[in-house]
């Protein structure tokens, strides 16, 4: 039987980068297929070469036995290959069910359409609204678009790049029986994570790549986690120490915060309050879609609320206050999305810089100084090991791992007296997602208050020193992290609590 997918020998290179070297691999039909590596190994670069998003230098692919020469993905999907981005490829200005339809080679039928998407959707544990407009839609409930327009072409080659960081740990568990099932029929997987406890539990093999170069393959299932990354990175990880927290004053306050979403498809947010102090980091765990990327708004003041006290800054009321003022009051910004909203994707680094850092030197009696900027910049991919072709590469010219890395960096330089980050280390390799998550538990121990939104509960637990969950625009009261488990905030995000009854047994509450 031939191999689903084989690679033999291909290299690709881009100016002053090698991003693939030589490589090679095979994928069985029905086998799940890990491909490892750090930001910048090239994964991504291997992936598009698969579904013909970009053409190879040298080397060649075969499909089932037989040569694909030169394609595109629209050959790839007649092919049976289907590919989730971790940059999605959505058109922001029609609905879900548009956007499936417009990757549709057949006849549809828009209502009919509509409805398998809602069923398939529900069925694979990642609900959607097959109507609602793209540019309403999270990060999150994009990636469940991209998964769910993959899933109604019945591959026979799916591939997945970072798919389970927007899900529950009750929704990831539904995922993987899933995938296995696709298996079991045939369909051969290749999965994208950094999450290596997922690789072992799912994977049947993993190929590791370090610096564009296959390193090794590793049964996942007979490999321990710690095995996998020194693979990966080559080196031994950094460990993460976290001290007990001092909390001070409040830095951030949020009193009966309750606003009406700004369309039908949005959440509404219901009397939110919680405060954050100087000195520790609150995470806000949840299902993509509840209320965060609301919230969210409200806090950085790219949405105001006419309440100004529902919002306090260092004890000044804020919630009229433009972003730029709110900045003024200490506050720094990590957007979810890194393309658009974190950063230009056709500017250089050192312009990016001056989106948010143009008060300290970068921009002098109103013109930019490109020297301040640009040393600005290197400070930060210096720091935070930045893989980039100088700081006059392009925002979009880097992986998505090392543009969140300079996106963090940048907002961390700004010493910020309360930062609000959301999916901080979201696509970001383990090596790399240390190195962030020690960074910001420093920043707060030296006294900055740091509010976290996270769809990834092995992280808030890795680094929060208290918790809140939000369900349908309602916040949770705090948990203390070391007084909760994975299992009740997993339930408390799907809108239900765990209770003991008499008797000592556990009972569900909704």
């Given at each position: ?26 994928i ?82 828009l ?16 609900p ?57 029929e ?14 072992q ?25 710690l ?17 007990p ?91 979810e999305?890194?393309?658009g ?9 050192w ?41 006059g590469?392009t ?10 890395k ?41 006294g900055t ?10 992280e ?27 299992e009740?905030?997993?339930?408390l ?18």
């Open positions: 039987m031939h191999p689903r997918l084989e690679l033999r020998n291909i290299s690709k290179r881009y100016p002053g980068v090698v991003a693939n070297d030589d490589v090679s691999l095979s069985q039909p029905g086998e799940i297929h890990a491909v490892l590596g750090e930001n910048g190994a090239g994964k991504s670069t291997l992936m598009k070469i698969i579904y013909g998003a970009a053409q190879a230098d040298s080397g060649e692919i075969y499909c089932d036995g037989n040569p694909i020469a030169a394609h595109n993905p629209a050959t790839s999907r007649a092919l049976g290959i289907e590919m989730v981005y971790q940059h999605f490829a959505l058109f922001e200005s029609v609905s879900v069910v548009e956007n499936i339809a417009l990757s549709t080679s057949s006849a549809f039928h209502p009919s359409l509509a409805e398998k998407i809602r069923g398939l959707s529900i069925r694979y544990g990642m959607i609204d097959p109507h609602r407009q793209v540019h309403d839609l999270s990060v999150g409930e994009r990636q469940r678009v991209e998964i769910v327009r993959c899933l109604l072409q019945a591959p026979k080659l799916l591939i997945l790049d970072e798919p389970t960081s927007v899900l529950t740990p009750q929704a990831v568990v539904k995922l993987f029986d899933t995938l296995r099932q696709l298996a079991a045939g369909c051969s997987i290749v999965y994208i994570s950094h999450k290596l406890d997922e690789v539990e799912l994977c049947d093999t993993a190929t590791v790549l370090r610096n564009g170069k296959v390193t090794g393959t590793a049964r996942p299932k007979e490999t321990t986690s095995e996998l990354a020194r693979m990966m990175v080559g080196s031994k990880l950094p460990e993460m120490h976290v001290t927290s001092a909390p001070g004053e409040p830095v951030l306050e949020v009193k009966n915060l309750t606003t009406k979403a700004r369309d039908h498809f949005g959440v509404d947010l219901k009397d939110v309050s919680f405060d954050v102090r100087g000195g520790e980091i609150v995470g806000l765990a949840g299902v993509s879609g509840n209320g965060q990327a609301e919230l969210i708004a409200l806090l950085s003041g790219e949405r105001r609320h006419a309440q100004d006290d529902a919002i306090k800054i260092n004890g000044t009321p804020a919630a009229t206050l433009r972003p730029d003022e709110r900045r003024r009051l200490g506050l720094a910004f990590v957007p999305e890194r393309l909203r974190g950063a230009v994707p056709s500017h250089t680094l312009e990016n810089t001056v989106l948010t850092a143009h008060r300290f030197g970068t921009v002098r009696k109103g013109l930019v100084d490109r020297r301040r900027a640009s040393a600005f910049a290197a400070g930060i991919t210096d720091r935070f090991k930045v893989k980039a072709n100088g700081v590469a925002a979009q010219s880097l992986s998505g791992g090392n543009l969140q300079f996106i963090v960096g940048r907002e961390i330089a700004l010493a910020p007296k309360l930062l609000l980050v959301s999916q901080p280390t979201w696509g970001v390799d383990v090596g790399a997602s240390a190195f962030i998550r020690q960074t910001i538990v420093d920043l707060s121990r030296a208050a740091v509010f976290v939104v996270s769809e990834e509960l092995d808030l637990f890795e680094i929060c020193d208290r918790l809140l969950v939000i369900c349908q625009g309602r916040v949770s009261p705090p948990l203390v992290r070391t007084s909760t488990d994975r009740e905030i997993g339930l995000m799907t809108g239900r609590t765990m209770s003991k009854d008499r008797s000592g047994d556990v009972a569900l509450q909704d």
